[in-house]
């Protein structure tokens, strides 16, 4: 395993302190020696590589144990590094303008001269891009200079990291470092928007940025994903917990675990262990705890988890799509 040795460095402490410190250089420098680096952003955490790198690429798939077809998304530190990896029409300049540094992933036609290895764009002809906002990201993408690609940091199958020990239990003995940037804030993944000449801009994946906050900014209604072929890593399987998962639930087993949303309590008593998205019933909350939740419920090997019905609008589609995933088997 060329990534056997594990540096958790903390860095929730430093927060507001330079971030230009030696710890910044030092995993700038393990990912120019083509080893992967752990990293907070606002919403997972990823797990990151030199995106020109192929073999460092390689080991991101090996290391999460993902189908080498499901594309990555690159990672730069501003707007001026992302539209030079690929073709932006006035929509996809808009959307960059509107929501970078933030929770989106622009996918466009690579440019001809693109940073990005082909394997992490899985042979196609198109590009995932994104400048995050979180302080240790932007930090560490300007000191590598480069784009980084990097999927959240978990292993295939598994639910999306949100905090560093979520990183070091999954894949702890297969990266290089993991920056510990505390909890992550918004806890589901980026919004992928596809937009390519000819075609309505399609949602890929609902995430961070709502649909609706895209189509203000559009000014027209954002369209589907066309099949499952060109987003491999919407799989049913992708958000599953080892347990089942039992959606719309209004009661819960003595052996089963309770995910609930809002103030009212289960019927039938608590279940084995009891935890609640957002006892106020905030879809934000709710999305910053969801896969925090799901795995500590997890870990205590219930026969299913019964999760309580949350609202369908703004950040409640991205949760239900995560939840649905997580309960398709
Ligand atoms: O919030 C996020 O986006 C996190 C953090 C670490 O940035 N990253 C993340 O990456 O969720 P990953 O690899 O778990 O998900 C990337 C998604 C997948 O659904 C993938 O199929 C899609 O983006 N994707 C990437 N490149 C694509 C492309 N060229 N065409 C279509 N879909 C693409
Ligand atoms: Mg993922």
Not at 31 to 43: H, I, M, Q, Y
Not at 136 to 149: E, T
Not at 186 to 214: D, F, N, Q, W, Y
């Amino acid at each position: 395993m060329p990534h056997a040795r594990l540096r958790v460095i903390s860095y929730a402490g430093a927060m507001r302190e330079d971030l230009s410190t030696r710890l910044i250089l030092d995993a700038a420098a393990a990912l120019s020696a083509g080893r992967l680096v752990a990293f907070p952003t606002e919403t997972v955490y990823g797990l990151g590589a030199d995106a020109g790198d192929g073999r460092a690429v390689a080991a991101i798939y090996e290391a999460k144990g993902r189908p080498s077809f499901n594309p990555l998304i690159a990672h730069v530190a501003d707007v001026r590094d992302a539209v030079a990896l690929g073709v932006f029409d006035p929509r996809a300049t808009a959307l960059a303008e509107a929501f970078w540094p933030g929770p989106l992933t622009l996918v466009v036609p690579a440019a001809r001269d693109c940073a990005v290895h082909e394997l992490a764009r899985a042979g196609l002809p198109t590009v995932a891009v994104r400048v995050p906002s979180h302080p240790v990201a932007r930090a560490l993408l300007a000191a590598f200079g480069r784009p980084v690609v990097a999927p959240s940091a978990n292993r295939s199958g598994r639910v999306s990291p949100t905090r560093a020990e979520h990183v070091a239990a999954d894949l702890g003995d297969r990266v290089g470092v993991i920056l510990d940037g505390g909890p992550t804030e918004i806890g589901v993944e980026s919004t992928v928007l596809m937009c390519l000449p000819g075609e309505p801009v399609r949602l890929l994946r609902p995430g961070g940025i709502t649909r609706e906050a895209a189509e203000a900014v559009l000014g027209e209604a954002v369209a589907e994903r066309p099949d499952a072929v060109l987003a491999p890593g919407m799989t049913a399987q992708h958000y599953a917990p080892r347990a089942a998962v039992r959606l719309e639930a209004h009661e819960v087993a003595a052996d089963e675990a309770w995910l609930g949303f809002g103030p009212a309590a289960p019927l039938g008593g608590r279940g084995l262990a009891h935890l609640n998205l957002s006892p106020t019933g905030d879809l934000a909350d709710a999305a910053a705890n969801l896969f925090a939740y799901l795995r500590e419920l997890d870990a205590l090997d219930p026969v299913s988890i019964a999760v309580a019905p949350i609202p369908a609008g703004g950040l409640g589609e991205a949760i239900n799509d995560r939840l649905r995933r997580a309960a398709a088997r």
